[in-house]
């Protein structure tokens, strides 16, 4: 399994970006994709998730009516929308598949974690 995280980049605060996550290697029809994003000298926290094969989302409380996670299945590939970029959404964003049957929130949950692509949002 391969991911391959993209679409980083700098932005202005209210700026907007959107990432993806192109995977490969295996069918994802009985997974979710999730996002997690780690700051410099942070920990990873989570983002956003979404299941294959229902679409149901997921969203941190510090993202909700900010982002949006979405997949096109023929791609097999997750985005996420980021619109009203804040200056402490700055960070390596990274996706990954939730293996594991636990919460979605969690990244000991996940594994297959791409390579991780930058966002930096200037004040």
């Known amino acids: 399994v391969q991911l391959q995280a993209s679409g980083g980049g700098l932005v202005q605060a209210g700026g907007s970006l959107r990432l993806s996550c192109a995977a490969s290697?295996?069918?994802?029809?009985?997974?979710?994709l999730g996002w997690f994003r780690q700051a410099p000298g942070k920990e990873r926290d989570f983002v956003a998730a979404?299941?294959?094969?229902?679409?149901?989302?997921f969203y941190a409380d510090s993202v909700k009516g900010r982002f949006t996670i979405s997949r096109d299945n023929a791609k097999n590939t997750v985005y996420l929308q980021m619109n009203s970029l804040e200056p402490e959404d700055t960070a390596v964003y990274f996706c990954?598949?939730?293996?594991?049957?636990?919460?979605?929130?969690?990244?000991?949950?996940?594994?297959?974690w791409g390579q991780g692509t930058e966002v930096t949002v200037s004040s």
């Open positions: 990954a598949v939730r293996v594991y049957r636990g919460s979605y929130y969690y990244a000991d949950q996940y594994a297959y």
């Open positions: 290697g295996r069918p994802f029809s009985s997974y979710a």
């Open positions: 979404i299941n294959w094969s229902s679409g149901s989302t």
